[in-house]
């Protein structure tokens, strides 16, 4: 029998071992918040009743943990990322694997967020040193803790912001509701739990990182994208518009007529190296971002 929520926890967690990292978190948030909410509110409606009669009815209405990890894992197979993983190429030519990447929308969509990220980057970054600077700054003064407690809430809700655009543009599985906190629990264990969450430093830690990443980023495929698009546009250059490839005064330097296919052909063949690149680079940020924003450690009992 289950005598409270952090053993009702337990066992869903359990339960669900071998799921993703993302779907547990979901999945806890979401029986902790049902646990602990029916717990206050029988404990208003039938004061009489004894834990032993209250609990085991609230676990019975919600579901044994069992029950709801097996309809967890049901809901992801038929709910996943718009954007998921790349089906195996089984069957299929290396050359249709490799130039099949024109037409993958994961590629473009990677490449988007390749060039969102500096972006969100400066946004973040910018943030965080100002939140962090200003609050340990004012931490010796009586509204110093509430300020970086406010702060570090902050990093929590753009955690949760940004793993909704890693998935919906990455098509990497993220949690989709923020980590529960009872207000049951008293304000002095909410805000302890706010600071000593693995995750809400491990999401700080990757707001900073954000910043250099989207720089390189956003440099090598403005770069890439920039040279392969100049290329195919070579012969449009030269003979619509009679720019040259080059202008060093007093010369122009035109590419020769006949080097045309080869330049548009070279062009292409970055184009395609970059989505590829854009695809990689996209994984491993997810790999990231799923790493450093993803609750990994136990949860805290509401009981």
């Known amino acids: ?3 409270d929520v952090s053993e009702y926890l337990r066992r869903l967690r359990a339960a669900l071992r071998g799921a993703d990292r993302a779907t547990v978190q979901d999945a806890l948030s979401d029986a902790e918040e049902h646990l602990t909410t029916a717990i206050d509110k029988a404990r208003l409606e039938y004061p009489d009743k004894a834990w032993g009669e209250l609990f085991p009815a609230i676990v019975e209405e919600f579901g044994s943990p069992e029950e709801v990890a097996m309809a967890y894992r049901e809901i992801e197979t038929r709910v996943s990322p718009a954007l998921g993983p790349v089906e195996s190429g089984g069957g299929r030519s290396a050359a249709s694997r490799f130039f099949g990447v024109i037409t993958d929308p994961r590629a473009y969509a990677a490449l988007i967020y390749m060039f969102l990220s500096l972006v969100t980057g ?6 965080g040193v100002v939140g962090i600077s200003v609050s340990a700054g004012l931490i010796v003064l009586i509204i110093g803790l509430p300020m970086l407690t406010l ?5 929590r809700g753009i955690a949760l912001v940004e793993g909704r655009l890693v998935e919906a543009v990455l098509g990497v599985r993220m949690p989709r509701r923020p980590v529960f906190l009872a207000k049951s ?18 999401a700080f830690l990757y ?13 090598l495929f403005t770069t890439f994208v920039a040279v392969s698009a100049a290329l195919m546009a070579t012969p449009i250059l030269r003979y619509v518009f009679h720019l040259p490839v080059a202008r060093i005064d007093p010369y122009d330097y035109y590419v020769p007529g006949w080097t045309m296919p080869l330049v548009v052909a070279v062009g292409f ?14 994984g491993l940020h997810g790999k990231l971002a799923k790493a450093l924003l993803v609750k990994g450690d136990q949860p805290g009992a509401s009981g």
């Open 269 to 282: 063949l970055l184009l395609v190296l970059t989505l590829h690149l854009a695809k990689t680079l996209g």
């Open 207 to 219: 707001m900073i990182l954000l910043l250099p990443l989207g720089t390189i980023y956003f440099t």
């Open 151 to 155: 702060f570090l809430i902050s990093v």
């Open 122 to 127: 400066i946004l973040y970054f910018t943030w």
């Open 185 to 202: 629990a008293g304000w002095w264990r909410r805000v302890k739990t706010v600071f000593v969450d693995r995750s809400t430093w491990t």
């Open 1 to 3: 029998m289950i005598n």
